[in-house]
């Protein structure tokens, strides 16, 4: 993953030297498990682990020209290491195991680490909604579908549903971490035919792992199921991003991004202030997406295993975490300093849409009073169509129609004054606010 989209601590997980570090743990753990157990001598575990190298720069390098000679990076780190341990304990490294035991356990490992700042990041974007949701319960906005305005609705219940999403990611992201935070150490076909099961077991004991069946790899539908997880994140914060892209336009204007001092929107004209977090976040929901179709490719191996999940692992696991973290954090940002615009809200809900939002209170007045739909529906379609077209108030278009005060009665203004009341639309729009009650922030 480029620097840019690499946070230092989830970046550092995936380093090589991290990498390398969590397949020498597994190693030692597995022969001092081994020697627990009387498969090798006690003396060897403990000089294994006085000899261990340390994974730094200089042992990376020198695995990495070993692979030159080996072709294959599990090999060379054996090599390497056993080398270093020196005899009589370094031939006892990687003692009864195969590649897999030592990449799957170690990969393991990295992702429940990896999930684990994930979920940090997570509790700090629910908490960031159900703050400022709270906070706007009662701010009035029109709500809009197919990008029309529809009826009214508050800014706090579009945030609301926005958490409840992002709670739900975070209850994905916790499965995950579950289904991933599994480790075997079998042998070639995950059989235990040169291991004993024990070794197994303590060694993800050590690791806080749970030790299960697999052939020679671990099934690959345990980290489609992580990369899942964070394309399912990408998916929520990308809608969350579209929605204020589109209330930041100036046309709308009832939102905009934090804007920092010194900042420039555009390198040619000062007036800009562009959604670019926004727009950068829907881009990485997109890559995010891509890698959860490339880790199900990866389900389907042949046999025992094949390596042709090797390859796209090193690219996705990596950076799908990396980007979920970045983007999980970007976007908790962006919740924490929205400028919402409150005045104009109020001002397109009731000024904007000429009090177009409340024609359906109108047109259930209409049925209420004994016209059939179809007819109620014509005379409400008609003066909403005319207001719009002259750029007129809706209730002063209605409160001309005879037709509409025929059937209505002496009862009209009292009927109308009842539809375009904004408290009675809104007058159950608490109950999305409540069901923040029961998320965890």
């Given at each position: 993953m480029i620097p840019r989209y690499s946070p230092p601590e989830m970046a550092a997980l995936f380093s090589d030297e991290a990498r390398l570090g969590c397949w020498l743990e597994v190693e030692l753990l597995a022969l001092e498990a081994a020697a627990e157990l009387g498969a090798v001598p006690k003396e060897h575990a403990s000089a294994a682990r006085q000899h261990a190298p340390v994974v730094d720069r200089a042992f990376v390098d020198a695995v990495n020209a070993r692979e030159q000679v080996t072709d294959h990076d599990v090999a060379a780190f054996v090599d390497v290491v056993q080398a270093a341990i020196g005899p009589p304990a370094g031939p006892f490294v990687h003692h009864g195991l195969t590649s897999s035991d030592v990449v799957d356990t170690a990969l393991a490992l990295t992702l429940t680490r990896a999930c684990d700042l994930l979920l940090s990041a997570s509790d700090a974007f629910v908490g960031a909604l159900k703050e400022r949701a709270i906070e706007h319960a009662g701010t009035v906005e029109v709500g809009r579908t197919h990008g029309m305005h529809a009826e009214p609705t508050t800014f706090g219940v579009k945030l609301a549903l926005f958490c409840l999403q992002a709670d739900r990611d975070r209850a994905r992201l916790r499965r995950a971490r579950e289904a991933v935070a599994v480790g075997k150490l079998s042998g070639a076909v995950g059989t235990y035919s040169n291991i004993d099961p024990g070794i197994e077991a303590r060694v993800c004991a050590a690791l806080g792992l749970r030790p299960v069946p697999a052939s020679q790899v671990l099934a690959r539908d345990r980290h489609a199921e992580f990369l899942y997880a964070t394309a399912a994140v990408g998916a929520t914060i990308e809608a969350l991003a579209t929605e204020l892209r589109h209330l930041q336009r100036s046309e709308v204007a009832e939102t905009e991004e934090p804007f920092a001092e010194g900042q420039k929107g555009s390198s040619a004209m000062p007036h800009k202030r562009n959604p670019i977090t926004s727009e950068r976040l829907v881009g990485l929901a997109r890559v995010l997406r891509g890698y959860l179709v490339a880790g199900m490719e990866d389900v389907a191996l042949w046999h025992e295993r094949d390596i042709s999940h090797s390859s796209?692992?090193?690219?996705?696991?990596?950076?799908?975490?990396?980007?979920?973290?970045?983007?999980?954090?970007?976007?908790?940002?962006?919740?924490?300093?929205?400028?919402?615009?409150?005045?104009?809200?109020?001002?397109n809900l009731l000024e904007g849409s000429l009090g177009l939002v409340f024609s359906q209170p109108v047109l259930l007045a209409l049925v209420n009073a004994e016209l059939s739909r179809d007819a109620a529906y014509r005379i409400v379609q008609r003066d909403a169509r005319q207001a719009f077209e002259r750029r007129e108030a809706f209730r002063d278009v209605l409160a001309r129609d005879h037709e509409l005060r025929a059937a209505l009665g002496e009862r009209a203004e009292h009927v109308l004054d009842e539809a375009f009341d904004l408290d009675r639309a809104l007058r159950h729009a608490h109950r999305t606010i409540d069901a923040l009650k029961e998320v965890e922030a």
């Open positions: 796209v692992e090193r690219i996705v696991l990596p950076d799908a975490s990396m980007l979920a973290y970045y983007a999980l954090n970007r976007a908790t940002r962006l919740v924490k300093g929205l400028v919402v615009r409150t005045e104009r809200m109020r001002e």
